[in-house]
């Protein structure tokens, strides 16, 4: 995943670290403009996302690299999914970007 903003300023990049970014799709954990936007990818699959500030950091933004209302754009490609199952037998899908 790389971060930028409508400037082209990077502000993240999981590529440069070297590092894919783990999160479960669609409970929070990350802003909602992935929840939504990542939704239906496959493995190996790239994708770009525009995402408006009421998907993003809002207002607040997220101080110091990403201002408030800012619009962001991240180039991803999902490079894995995990399931993990818990006792009963149901499956969470983590994906790593």
């Not at 970014?21 to 669609?26: A, K, Q, S």
């Not at 939704?39 to 790239?46: N, R, S, W």
């Not at 009421?54 to 607040?60: A, F, S």
Request: proline content about 5%.
């Amino acid at each position: 995943m790389i971060g930028k903003r409508t400037d082209g300023t990077i502000f993240d990049s999981s590529f440069e670290r070297g590092d894919p970014i783990e999160f479960e799709l669609g409970t929070g954990q990350v802003i909602k403009g992935w929840d939504q936007g990542l939704l239906g990818m496959c493995v190996g699959e790239k994708c770009k996302l525009k995402i408006p500030s009421k998907l993003g950091y809002g207002d607040q933004g997220s101080p110091p690299t990403i201002p408030g209302g800012a619009t962001l754009i991240f180039n991803t490609e999902l490079v894995a999914v995990n399931d993990k199952g818990s006792d009963g037998g149901d499956t969470n899908n983590n994906s790593e970007l």
